[in-house]
């Protein structure tokens, strides 16, 4: 593979303008995993990257996904590193800690594609895009969209198109709060209550993050998801039509968002490879980050190299 310009963390080609960050939600980053934020035209998100010690052999970007944050890939990003990919997650804008706008029209996927966009620019290079989940389902309409932007993408548990219906009964309780309740709140009212009223209650540093994430997550941007998710209209055939290689992953164990039936599906309709991750589930970046790596830098390699 091609090696591209080294990037500064503080300067670097585009639009947008990359500054350091910090630690979001408690959880310890893992050694080389670097947080920062980006600068973009509408709002400022925050990003984790990890930094290949020699040869910059590509470079990814990481696209979580719903109730997600780029703290999804905290664990995956090292091990990428390690093999010579200059690797970047975002928390798309409404997550965590990310910059969120007022309504939910703020966060539609045309605006969430262009911040993918925006944030390829600031690379200065074609980057491997990988979306997982809802964020596959931005990532793709993202290659669609503008596919020299991109050297490949990876659909991570993440299918075709949605349905008429998802996700409806938990958009009527989000809107029913009013903003007065994040989903943890709402999925955990009794711990809710007594951390409300002062009492010493101990949460692991993980349950800890998602309530801290739950809580800072805008209920804009999760109504917005739940809208793109239910569309039926299916990004295949546009996709098949942009040439880039694809990769369509997913655990053995993924019976959560899509039909596997579904991915094996797409994967055969572009062209592209198809792979089962044996042991995991819905987040085999968390669940076998290294199998997970392994897999994907050995797709990426074999990827043409840009001009």
């Not at 010493?200 to 739950?214: G, K, M, Q, T, Y």
């Not at 039926?232 to 039909?259: R, S």
Request: aromatic share 4%; glycine share 10%; proline share 8%.
């Amino acid at each position: 593979m091609t090696a591209p310009e080294q990037v500064r963390p503080d300067v670097v080609p585009g639009t947008g303008v990359v500054t350091p960050g910090r630690p979001f939600g408690g959880l310890a980053l893992p050694a080389g995993v670097e947080p920062l934020r980006l600068r973009l035209s509408e709002v400022e998100l925050t990003a984790l990257r990890a930094r290949p010690a020699g040869e910059v052999r590509a470079t990814a970007l990481l696209v979580p996904g719903f109730t997600g944050s780029k703290e999804d890939h905290r664990v995956l990003l090292p091990l990428l590193a390690a093999q010579g990919v200059d690797a970047w997650a975002i928390s798309q804008r409404g997550q965590g800690d990310s910059g969120a706008l007022p309504r939910t029209a703020d966060h539609a996927l045309d605006r969430l594609v262009e911040d993918v966009h925006e944030v390829a620019a600031l690379l200065g290079t074609p980057v491997h895009l990988l979306g997982h989940s809802f964020g596959g389902t931005v990532a793709a309409a993202a290659a669609v969209h503008h596919p020299g932007a991109f050297r490949s993408l990876t659909l991570l548990c993440s299918g075709p198109h949605g349905w008429p219906g998802r996700k409806a009964d938990l958009r009527a309780r989000l809107l029913a709060a009013g903003g007065a309740a994040d989903l943890w709140t709402l999925d955990n009212p009794d711990l809710a209550w007594r951390l409300a009223q002062g009492e010493p209650v101990e949460l692991d540093p993980e349950a800890a993050f998602h309530r801290e994430r739950s809580r800072a997550t805008s209920t804009a941007q999760l109504v917005a998801a739940i809208d793109i998710l239910a569309d039926p209209a299916d990004v295949t055939p546009a996709l098949a039509a942009t040439g880039l290689p694809v990769l369509v992953a997913h655990g053995e164990h993924d019976d959560v968002a899509w039909p596997q039936t579904w991915q094996r599906r797409t994967a055969e309709q572009v062209g592209g490879r198809y792979a089962v991750l044996p042991g995991a589930a819905h987040s085999p970046n968390l669940e076998t980050p290294e199998a997970t790596a392994d897999l994907l830098v050995g797709f990426w390699s074999s990827c043409p190299a840009t001009e």
